[in-house]
């Protein structure tokens, strides 16, 4: 049985290519051609690589959609009963309800679970709105899927990879030679977004920041810049109330550091007091 691992990466820049030209089994020409059905047809999956949708970009295209209909077939995969499951698309469906359409114009393909999933991640990856912390997470899931291990496990190699990186050692090249070294350069070469080493040293540190720091970060209120240096606050009402002003007055990061140092102020002056 073949291993994922072995499907070729050609295509993943261009989910239109890897559904329709490199996948695993090609469709009949029929399955390419678009068609309209009702919307309430279409069934949301379970869970998708994304998780927050900007209400107001969401408005914007829904009018957009209100005067010239939706210009890019949704892409679906057949259910029971005539329904469909939503798999690429989520932004112009919801918009779409948004705008009281009863009728999607779709592209229906058979897909097994694990191709389905794929798709999803590449298409979620392509966004122009994309942000750092959900191009991690995506990048994380997409090289999990590939190697069929973790994304913790995806994570740890990665992380050895960059230990072992600048040694001149047999355990360097007992680690750079290894399969999933390979399948990790192979895949972020294909993505054309930044290579691996870029990748470990300064986007993977974004999943240990606060909880309250990714909560902002993930909805695109603040750019990662600024919320890496807010999350250096340790007591955390004290960065909740910086989060909630960076984004409500626009700080620069600049604004951010100083507020930051007057923070740092403010604790020793109170600190001294108690002697």
């Not at 996948?23 to 059905?37: E, G, H, L, R």
């Not at 930044?194 to 695109?220: H, I, Q, T, Y």
């Not at 002003?245 to 600049?254: G, Q, R």
Request: glycine share 4%; proline share 6%.
């Amino acid at each position: 049985m073949s291993s994922k691992r072995n499907e070729p990466y050609a295509a993943i820049k261009k989910p239109v290519d890897l559904l329709f030209g490199n996948s695993p089994t090609q469709p009949d020409d029929k399955t390419n051609v678009p068609n309209t059905i009702a919307i309430n047809k279409i069934k949301l999956p379970p869970s998708q690589p994304r998780r927050y949708f900007d209400p107001q970009k969401l408005e914007e295209l829904s009018r957009s959609i209100k005067e010239l209909g939706i210009l890019e077939p949704l892409l679906v995969r057949p259910l029971s009963e005539g329904n469909y499951e939503l798999v690429a698309g989520e932004r112009r469906y919801k918009a779409a309800l948004m705008a009281g359409l009863t009728e999607v114009p779709i592209v229906a393909r058979e897909m097994d679970d694990a191709i389905t999933y794929q798709v999803r991640l590449v298409e979620n990856l392509q966004r122009e709105d994309l942000n750092p912390l959900e191009e991690t997470e995506g990048i994380l899931e997409l090289l999990a899927l590939r190697l069929e291990i973790t994304p913790d496990e995806v994570t740890s190699h990665l992380t050895k990879m960059r230990n072992v990186c600048d040694r001149n050692s047999e355990l360097r090249h007992n680690v750079m030679s290894q399969s999933e070294t390979q399948v990790i350069e192979e895949l972020f070469t294909s993505l054309g977004r930044m290579g691996w080493e870029s990748f470990v040293k300064n986007r993977l540190p974004l999943l240990n920041l606060p909880a309250d720091v990714l909560e902002v970060l993930r909805s695109g209120q603040l750019e990662y810049t600024k919320a890496r240096a807010i999350a250096r606050v340790g007591d955390e009402e004290t960065r909740k109330q910086l989060l909630e002003d960076a984004i409500a007055y626009n700080f620069s990061l600049n604004e951010i550091k100083r507020k930051i140092q007057e923070i740092a102020i403010a604790i020793i002056v109170v600190l001294l007091a108690t002697f």
